[in-house]
């Protein structure tokens, strides 16, 4: 039952039209729904949470994205100092990451829009995902990832059909271009940033499974954060599901970054309200490699959702990101890219620190296979070989 637009800023409303930004002030658009409508429906009829999204199931774009795993991990909590540690499998998605999600409201809402063109800025899930639904609706894909992108996540995207292109420089490069070339010759754009206000969408989704699968609210979830539209997905979901009377709490947030990347992190840990952009990111985890540069006010909004959740940020570094990628493999036997493991990582931290109490019902979000960025592995990980007899196998055994 969605309304059209508001912006988040000066609360300027909007018909449901392709928008990427508040005419009046510039600000960051979001979807707005007839609470009033969906409350009496609910009251009569039961809760349906499709009715806080901008397009029906049967009018979406699918390849069976979402209702993923959510998995109780015991060994790496105890690893951990946790009674109540739960693993999102957001990696287990079609396309093998999370961006599946707001990437299949994108590219519904370009269908319904009749666009036959699309273009997205990614640094590589996103790619990828985009690249599936685009190929599943039949509508040409234009995808801008930085020249660092895996050449995992690159070929898994040429698969698909999608035109792919790399651009110099770190990923806010490939927004920016993305940006312009969209806007110039009326291609959708579905950078699943804040730019376009009905991926985000797709995003809450994470938190009405959530509260189907655990059946109450967490204490605290952990998300890997770029620009953060997905840990604001999931506050959203959590906030209308409270404003409809289907929860009385709010989650905690925790938005995570890498060390060398940075922005809402930094900010927060000095107490700014305003985020200031990177221009030169680095790190291992190049899922979330986005320094905000030109888009900055994408950060704050994100800093001020961790905020109003009562909730934190903060930052990682990249040898501890490594170890967490191999506890997730080793104690849990789930293999992830760096960036999911991020939030692994900064548990560490939050239980020595007190953020979590040991008892405290925690969620980490998993946002990427491991397959979709090898280069870490490749490089630290060979298996020996031997000759071909049994005696050789027991000698390097030692048995």
Avoid at 44 to 57: N, Y
Avoid at 330 to 347: H, K, N, R, Y
Wanted: hydrophobic share 40%; aromatic share 8%; net charge negative.
């Amino acid at each position: 039952m969605i309304r059209g637009l508001r912006c988040t800023s000066c609360e300027t409303a909007y018909p449901l039209e392709p928008l990427y930004e508040c005419k009046q002030c510039g600000s960051i658009l979001k979807a707005d729904y007839d609470y009033e409508r969906i409350g009496i429906k609910w009251a009569e009829s039961g809760v349906d949470t499709e009715d806080l999204l901008p397009l029906p199931a049967a009018e979406r774009v699918s390849i069976g994205e979402g209702n993923t795993p959510l998995v109780r991990a015991d060994r790496l909590a105890k690893r951990l100092g946790l009674r109540h540690l739960f693993l999102k499998c957001e990696f287990a998605n079609p396309s093998g990451a999370f961006k599946d999600r707001p990437v299949s409201m994108g590219v519904s809402m370009a269908v319904k829009f009749g666009y036959d063109r699309i273009i997205v800025a990614s640094s590589g899930n996103g790619a990828a995902a985009t690249s599936a639904f685009a190929a599943r609706a039949g509508l040409e894909a234009v995808v801008l990832v930085p020249e660092s992108t895996p050449q995992e996540k690159v070929k898994q995207s040429l698969a698909y059909g999608a035109r792919v292109v790399k651009v110099e420089g770190p990923y806010s490069n490939s927004f920016a271009v993305a940006k312009e070339i969209g806007e110039k010759y009326n291609m959708f754009n579905v950078t699943s940033t804040f730019i376009n206000p009905y991926t985000v969408e797709g995003d809450k989704n994470v938190a009405f499974e959530l509260h189907r699968q655990l059946k109450n609210v967490p204490d605290v979830i952990y998300v890997p954060i770029g620009a953060g539209p997905l840990l604001v997905g999931i506050f959203n979901g959590y906030e209308e599901l409270k404003r409809l009377g289907v929860t009385g709490a709010l989650p905690r947030m925790a938005g995570i970054q890498a060390e060398g990347c940075s922005p809402i992190a930094r900010a927060y840990l000095e107490g700014r309200d305003q985020v200031q952009s990177d221009p030169s990111p680095r790190t291992i985890a190049g899922g979330i490699c986005d320094g905000l540069h030109g888009y900055a006010k994408d950060g704050t909004y994100t800093l001020e959702t961790i905020l109003r959740s009562g909730g934190f940020a903060n930052c990682v570094s990249d040898e501890e990101i490594r170890a967490a990628q191999s506890w997730l493999a080793q104690d849990e036997g789930m293999f992830v890219e760096p960036s999911s493991a991020v939030s692994i990582a900064e548990l560490v931290h939050s239980v020595k620190a007190g953020r979590v109490k040991p008892d405290s019902v925690v969620v980490a979000v998993l946002t990427g296979h491991g397959l979709k960025d090898m280069t870490q592995v490749q490089t630290e990980m060979n298996a020996p070989l031997i000759p071909n007899r049994a005696g050789a196998l027991a000698d390097l055994l030692g048995v």
